[in-house]
């Protein structure tokens, strides 16, 4: 198994950028996929971004490509989401996961929020 912690997310105002992070423990990192999702209020959880095991490989939303970027680093076991030019439609409480073959996986953080004002 793995457990997922996260951080960052909070306040910032429409045209700004945040980073979140996703820390991960237990079995090797390197092993799992990692994606990011989020969800507001009354709606389905919606798939933002994903990334291979080794980072070649990366997927994203078409609502986020070419603002969003995610990335791992291996030997720090942490993935992270770098948001730029932040909407408020982005708002929404943001989850990573991670899965062996695929993503969505079976392992979730606990969501941390992410809230952009106009």
């Known amino acids: 198994q793995v457990q997922l912690v996260q951080s960052g997310g909070g306040l910032v105002q429409a045209g700004g950028s945040l980073r979140l992070s996703c820390a991960a423990s237990?079995?090797?990192?390197?092993?799992?996929?990692m994606g990011w999702f989020r969800q507001t209020p009354g709606k389905e959880r919606e798939y933002v971004a994903a990334i291979s095991w080794s980072g070649g490989y990366t997927y994203y939303a078409d609502s986020v490509k070419g603002r969003f970027t995610i990335s791992r680093d291996n030997n720090n076991n942490t993935a992270y989401l770098q948001m730029n030019g932040l909407k408020p439609e982005d708002t929404a409480v943001y989850y990573c996961n991670a899965g062996e073959r695929a993503i969505p996986g079976a392992y979730w953080g606990q969501g941390t929020q992410v809230t952009v004002s106009s």
């Open positions: 237990g079995r090797t990192f390197s092993s799992y996929r």
